[in-house]
């Protein structure tokens, strides 16, 4: 598996948190939220297709509803593969973060 941006990374978890209310704005907001930083929606969109093409997310639209004046929405879906992807991810920063309690002692030392 190759290994994923942080912002693609970040995305796909949102995307699995948001579950059936996966579509840009709530990504968007979601991410905004827990990260403390804004995200563009070009921060956001970018990542979502890389994802759809890896196979990771796929999208579907929703019927036109007045409330968009007559447009659909685009939502996305994470797919097994996307679950696996996630799964590995956080094992690798388990790995990589082990015994990082040493930085703060680095910290306080300089």
């Known amino acids: 598996m190759r290994l994923l941006s942080r912002a693609e990374e970040l995305v796909l ?3 699995w948190k948001l579950k059936d209310d996966a579509s840009s704005i709530p990504i968007r907001e979601h991410l905004t939220a ?24 796929r999208s579907t639209l929703t ?19 996307g679950r696996q992807a996630l799964a590995e991810m ?9 015994d990082a309690s040493v930085l ?3 910290t306080e030392e300089t």
């Open 13 to 15: 978890l949102a995307v």
């Open 34 to 57: 827990k990260t403390g930083k804004d995200w563009s929606f070009g921060s956001v969109f970018a990542p979502l297709e890389r994802l759809e093409k890896k196979g990771l997310l």
């Open 63 to 81: 019927e036109p509803t007045n409330i968009r004046g007559g447009r659909s929405k685009r939502v996305y879906r994470i797919t097994s593969f």
């Open 90 to 98: 956080s094992r690798i920063q388990a790995a990589m973060w082990e």
């Open 104 to 106: 703060d002692a680095e």
